[in-house]
């Protein structure tokens, strides 16, 4: 059974920074391609970031572009995703998703495969 499981989300003041994390099992990670996706109260599921199986390509939404950074230890089986210069406007449920074409870099949360439960981030001014 594949488990993604989100950490390090919580609460911040504008122009701070989390890291979080990712940590997958039930599958070979490093064949799968990762990325992260947030949902604020009342809008919908948008994209945030993803990276490929072995790194080689990352992709990041322009809203995050220069302030977020996904990265990934295939040796930990784990994803992150480092946010820097934090706005009120990024408070949202993360989620970090599985994909199984572990070469292709989608902003579309149907091409997802596995979800995790998500991780709150909450950024005060």
């Known amino acids: 059974q594949v488990q993604l499981v989100e950490s390090g989300g919580g609460l911040v003041q504008a122009g701070g920074s989390l890291r979080l994390s990712c940590a997958a099992s039930?599958?070979?990670?490093?064949?799968?391609?990762m990325g992260w996706f947030r949902q604020a109260p009342g809008k919908e599921r948008e994209f945030v970031a993803a990276?490929?199986?072995?790194?080689?390509?990352?992709y990041h939404a322009n809203s995050v572009k220069g302030r977020f950074t996904i990265s990934r230890d295939n040796a930990k089986n784990t994803v992150y995703l480092q946010m820097n210069s934090l706005k009120p406007e990024d408070t949202a449920v993360y989620y970090c998703?599985?994909?199984?074409?572990?070469?292709?870099?989608?902003?579309?949360?149907?091409?997802?495969?596995?979800w995790g439960q998500g991780t709150q981030v909450t950024v005060s001014s």
């Open positions: 990276i490929t199986r072995r790194a080689g390509r990352t």
């Open positions: 998703a599985a994909s199984k074409d572990g070469l292709r870099i989608s902003v579309h949360s149907y091409e997802y495969d596995y």
């Open positions: 039930g599958r070979t990670f490093s064949s799968d391609a």
